[in-house]
């Protein structure tokens, strides 16, 4: 059974930094392009990076751009999200997606094809 667990969420003041990562049970992790999507309570996931197969492409939410660095270890199967300068409007659960057939350059677009979805953690930036 295919999983991805999120990790390194919390409580975390306005200005702060918080590192999450992804660990992913996926035989072939290399194959995926791996995602992070956030959804604040009452509203809509939205995207906010995704990263290539080979990890040399990173792609971003314009709100996030320059603050937030997405990583990959395709030999320990994990994806990291490096979180700087946080806001309280990006208070929300953040959730990691895995996408076997899509590009990392159009995650944002269109996220429907995405193979696997974490269960996310809790990201609370206090004003």
């Known amino acids: 059974q295919v999983q991805l667990i999120e990790s390194g969420g919390g409580l975390v003041q306005a200005g702060g930094s918080l590192r999450l990562s992804c660990a992913a049970s996926?035989?072939?992790?290399?194959?995926?392009?791996m995602g992070w999507f956030r959804q604040a309570p009452g509203k809509e996931r939205v995207f906010v990076a995704a990263?290539?197969?080979?990890?040399?492409?990173?792609y971003y939410a314009d709100s996030v751009q320059g603050r937030f660095t997405n990583s990959r270890d395709n030999d320990k199967n994990t994806a990291d999200l490096q979180m700087n300068s946080l806001k309280p409007e990006e208070t929300a659960v953040y959730l990691c997606?895995?996408?076997?057939?899509?590009?990392?350059?159009?995650?944002?677009?269109?996220?429907?094809?995405?193979?696997?979805w974490g269960k996310g953690t809790l990201v609370t930036v206090s004003s």
């Open positions: 996926l035989r072939t992790f290399s194959n995926y392009v």
């Open positions: 997606a895995a996408d076997l057939l899509g590009a990392a350059r159009t995650m944002g677009v269109n996220y429907n094809g995405v193979d696997y």
């Open positions: 990263i290539s197969r080979s990890g040399s492409s990173t």
